[in-house]
């Protein structure tokens, strides 16, 4: 991560419909393709295809209680850094669609992304936990959220094989697990 980027402060903003293109741009390639192997958060060897469309972006801004957080820099240029999905599910906070510009994973701009969309939840939500699901396989990103107080459930969820809005997989072993943290 670059020293310009390390000392300019994030500045957090819900997204819009005008972010639509940026945000499936960015989501695409902390995931997918060649791009996302700059970053550690890759899942190219195991699914290819996409990882998020316009459609589940226009589905999380359209839904109560759903907004997509955007972290920007927080000079003139405005870039866009990183995203996160947070929701209210079942009494709980949501988290997904995390993504970090792949050339910039490592360096901490994540771990604001998660303290914010947990003060989301718990001060202005006043919801008692946050929950997220996880590729079970992906034990270096599951010890990433463990390490920031997550907790494995044990409660799997099956891989939606079959429907390519999910990707399309590479193994046939894959499912999620859901992790929680109380806030």
Known sequence: MS????????????????????LVALVESAYRGDSSRAGW????????GRRTGADDINECLGKPH???????????SRALLACAHVAEEEGAGYFGMFSVQPNLQGGGIGKQVIDEAERIV??????????MTVIDIRDELIAFYERRGYVRTG?????????????LP????LRFEVLEKTL
């Open 41 to 48: 958060t890759t899942e190219a060897d195991f699914l290819e």
């Open 170 to 173: 590479k193994r046939d072993d």
């Open 66 to 76: 759903s907004v997509i957080l955007i972290a920007e820099r927080g000079d003139e």
């Open 122 to 131: 718990r001060e202005e939500w006043r919801l008692p936990a946050m929950r």
């Open 3 to 22: 020293s310009a980027i390390a000392a300019t402060p994030l500045v957090f903003r819900h997204a819009t419909a005008a972010d639509t293109d940026a």
């Open 155 to 167: 409660r799997l969820k099956p891989f939606p094989y079959g429907d390519e809005r999910f990707g």
